[in-house]
């Protein structure tokens, strides 16, 4: 069974950093693709971050380009999103999700793997609040 527990969410200063961890077990790891997604109350999830674990190809939302880096696993079978110079509008709670790679096919046109309901296995999130 795929489990995935997210953590190092917080509330943090406008400009501040923090690194968000997801541990990840019962999948074999170059299989799988991992997303970072997020929701603001009364907001619909969004896809900030993917990572296919095979060939370590990433992709991001453009409003976190530069500013966001998604690790590839360790060897602690975790994976980490660096989030810097956080703005007030990436609060949200924060999930990672994971689907097979084959299935999700990330990068590919037209984009299903950023649409959350592309994704079958999901942590339980973390919160992120970025005060002005």
């Known amino acids: 069974e795929v489990q995935l527990v997210e953590s190092g969410g917080g509330l943090v200063q406008a400009g501040g950093s923090l690194r968000l961890s997801c541990l990840a077990s019962?999948?074999?790891?170059?299989?799988?693709?991992i997303g970072w997604f997020r929701q603001a109350p009364g907001k619909e999830r969004e896809g900030v971050s993917y990572?296919?674990?095979?060939?370590?190809?990433?992709y991001y939302t453009d409003s976190v380009k530069g500013r966001f880096t998604i690790s590839d696993v360790d060897a602690q079978n975790t994976l980490y999103l660096q989030m810097n110079n956080l703005k007030p509008e990436d609060t949200a709670v924060y999930y990672c999700?994971?689907?097979?790679?084959?299935?999700?096919?990330?990068?590919?046109?037209?984009?299903?793997?950023?649409?959350?309901?592309?994704?079958?296995?999901w942590g339980q999130g973390t919160q992120v609040t970025v005060s002005s």
């Open positions: 999700a994971a689907e097979l790679a084959d299935k999700i096919n990330l990068g590919a046109k037209p984009a299903r793997y950023t649409d959350y309901r592309s994704w079958d296995y």
């Open positions: 019962g999948l074999i790891f170059d299989d799988y693709a």
């Open positions: 990572i296919s674990i095979h060939d370590g190809k990433t």
